[in-house]
């Protein structure tokens, strides 16, 4: 009950728009994606067993990301160097890592996201405040899709669902993204990050 209520709330928040918003075209949201390389913002996830964690998301495309969580969580999540590492702040262990292809995430932190392509997109919607696009990779649609929930005047991404193989839902609400802003190639070194924790 709690994770509902907060969620409404959040999804509330975050898909605040008029309610004429049309439906934004395929070819629109991937010029929006691709008018960006960097970018940066608070975030909420909720997980798939139905705890919240917040952080800051932190984005340099292509293909790296960094997910910086909230005390006491302290947990990091980044790709970079097309793996994904996920560090535990419970474990004194390295991370576990695996690669950036095998995520949907992937697919909205390529260099030039098209969203166009044949077959990738699976489901666009509009609510009349928002639009939908359910994306997944063609090749390898068992990975999973990505929901990505955009906003008009200006376009704005404001949340995605990440369903994965399994079957589980992670959901990421994103607060306002700043972009173009100067982010280190070091944010997203998993083997300096790997060092770093080690010490």
Known sequence: MIRTLILSLALGIALASPATAQKLSLGALSNYLNSFQTAAGEFTQVNADGTISTGTIFIKRPGRVRFEY?????????????????????????????????????????????????????????????????AQDPERPELGTIQLVFTSNPTELRQWVITDGGGERTTVILGQLEKGVSLGSRMFNIPHETAARSR
Do not use: C, W, Y
């Open 70 to 134: 909230n005390p006491p969580d302290n947990s990091l999540v980044m790709a970079g160097g097309g793996q994904v590492a996920v560090f535990d702040s419970k474990s004194n262990t390295g991370p576990e890592q695996f690669p950036l292809k095998q995520t949907p995430l992937n697919l909205i932190l390529q260099k030039n996201v098209d969203l166009t392509r044949a077959r990738m997109v699976v489901g666009h919607s509009s609510d009349g405040k928002s639009t939908t696009v359910v």
